[in-house]
């Protein structure tokens, strides 16, 4: 046998190959030599190698304090709450050279709010060597800095709008104003206004794009029916490239029939909707007239194309109302939704005691209506209507001997007083009123006007249910505890038992929210 003949050498059963190990060239630690990288351990790696070496440990974002909107670089403002992803992703968005890395977790970490920092701790990944990844998480401070938007310099600058709207109804009060004010202010439809000013019959709203000022009169015509007109005039134009600036103008005119009003219909028109009585009350305004017949309670719409093809005007409105005195009611047992048909017989208020005279009608009041109880209607016995329609009627041999003396509207409660504390309010809207202060006689019929859309809003559950209605401040409560023991005496029996609304109908108000320290 040759011993210096080479031989093969199998490996033995049940054992597993291993790889080489080695010592770390800088702490001696045994490592596996197939896949050290550098002959460096993985502590000393990490201690060594600097994955986030050129990323950004500090940096600066901008905060709008007017529309508390970030800016997103290099003109961009968007909104993000605190904390929240969008505003995690427009910190992330600011450091540079962290697209070289992959990030694996990103979270805020929690500071003072009025530090004006925002900390955030990122994790990053990437490969240090062949087939060796590394993991590595740091912080990053961001310094809150104020600056205005383009938008709100915009606000504060006259002269800058691009589109104006203009809101008008031709009629005495501003009844329906105060309705739609609430809407807006609900839906936040005026969020991109740069200006709102007050007129003798209407607003205007100005906006600094035309797509905004649209947006607006979207929602105006699915609140109310209107009427658009659109004119533009030009600002300035480029000889070279054919570029013109405009300014727009927008002429909204509501219809200038609001709630409860007494309403002549035209024949023609009565008939296309429905072949209602054309003498009707208004009940209600939504996109379209929403009108009831008391006599039958027959409902119809007029839609705002309809009505401003044949457009009509109300005989009487709710400064025209009378207080009539229930005598006696016999409901008929016919009944729709919340409307119940009775025949009543009422007094005028003024007349007890001097006179008899009593007027027999039909109501559609049943379900509130009581003997005894005061209500408010229109007299139509011995008035005079300047109105061709209600001529037209009757003249008319179908309904000429139909029309009645009284046509009741709503139930009235005489001794609510005028300017009891409630334990809701509203919010108004801030307006410009510039040149057009009111004098003292036109401010105490926008108070009055103003009491009785506060009593509309009571004493209709519908009507409530489409605004936002908000728990009074302390201040008010203490200001109603504090009443003269005067007018505590003063205060009825009937007057405890009028509408009153439910604190779970209640909204909190968090911009009068305060949080004091306990002593």
């Not at 990944?125 to 998480?137: C, E, F, N, P, T």
């Not at 429905?274 to 409902?299: A, E, F, K, M």
């Not at 209605?469 to 109603?480: D, F, I, N, P, V």
Request: glycine share 4%; with cysteine; proline share 4%.
């Amino acid at each position: 046998m040759d011993l210096d003949a080479p031989m093969g050498m199998a490996p033995l059963m049940g054992s597993a190959r291993t790889g080489a190990t080695i010592l770390c060239c800088n702490c001696g630690a045994p490592i596996d030599g197939t896949a050290s990288a550098g002959a460096l351990c993985y502590d000393c790696i990490k201690s060594t190698v600097d994955i986030s070496q050129g990323i950004q440990r500090e940096a600066t974002v901008h905060f709008c304090k007017d529309c508390d909107r970030w800016l997103l670089p290099p003109a961009s403002w968007v909104t993000a709450a605190p904390e929240s992803r969008e505003l995690l992703s427009l910190c992330l968005k600011r450091l540079r050279n962290l697209g070289k890395v992959r990030i694996t977790d990103a979270r805020f970490i929690w500071t003072e709010p009025h530090s004006r920092r925002i900390k955030v701790q990122v994790t990053v990944q990437d490969q240090v060597a062949d087939g060796v990844l590394m993991q590595q998480s740091f912080e990053v401070t961001y310094v809150v800095a104020s600056q205005q938007c383009k938008d709100c310099a915009k606000s504060y600058t006259a002269n800058v709008w691009r589109a104006a709207v203009q809101v008008r109804q031709k009629v005495t009060h501003k009844r329906t104003f105060l309705f739609l004010e609430q809407l807006i202010l609900k839906h936040q439809a005026h969020r991109d206004a740069i200006n709102i000013k007050e007129e003798r019959d209407g607003i205007d709203f100005y906006f600094a794009q035309k797509n905004q000022a649209e947006g607006f009169i979207s929602f105006l015509k699915s609140v109310v029916p209107v009427l658009t007109k659109e004119s533009r005039h030009l600002i300035s134009a480029d000889t070279q490239t054919g570029n013109k600036s405009y300014k727009y103008n927008y002429s909204i005119e509501i219809v200038p029939v609001c709630r409860d009003d007494l309403v002549a219909l035209p024949l023609k028109l009565a008939k296309s909707i429905g072949n209602i009585s054309p003498l009707v009350l208004c009940h209600r305004i939504g996109t379209s007239v929403n009108l009831l017949d008391p006599n039958t309670l027959q409902t119809a719409e007029v839609s705002a194309d309809i009505y401003w093809r044949a457009p009509f005007h109300p005989l009487a409105g709710t400064p025209d109302l009378v207080e009539f005195i229930v005598m006696d009611i016999e409901p008929t047992g016919i009944r729709k939704g919340k409307w119940l048909l009775s025949e009543v017989q009422v007094a005028r208020a003024s007349d007890l005691g001097v006179n008899d005279n009593v007027y027999f009608t039909r109501t559609h009041l049943g379900q509130l209506l009581r003997a005894g109880d005061s209500v408010l209607g229109y007299m139509l016995e011995g008035t005079n209507f300047n109105s061709d329609d209600l001529e037209a009627i009757e003249s008319s041999k179908a309904y000429g001997s139909m029309i009645p003396d009284v046509i009741l509207v709503k139930k009235h409660f005489p001794n609510r007083r005028r300017n009891r504390k409630r334990n809701w309010k509203l919010k108004r809207m801030a307006k410009d009123e510039g040149e057009l202060l009111p004098k003292a006689s036109d401010q105490a019929k926008m108070d009055a006007e103003y009491e009785m859309f506060l009593r509309d809003v009571e004493e209709d559950e519908e009507l409530r249910a489409a605004l936002a209605l908000y728990k009074s401040s302390l201040k008010t409560k203490r200001e109603a505890d504090a009443m003269s023991i005067a007018d505590t005496d003063m205060m009825t029996e009937a007057e405890e038992d009028g509408p009153k609304i439910s604190m779970d109908e209640l909204l909190d108000d968090f911009e009068e929210m305060e949080i004091k320290d306990k002593e």
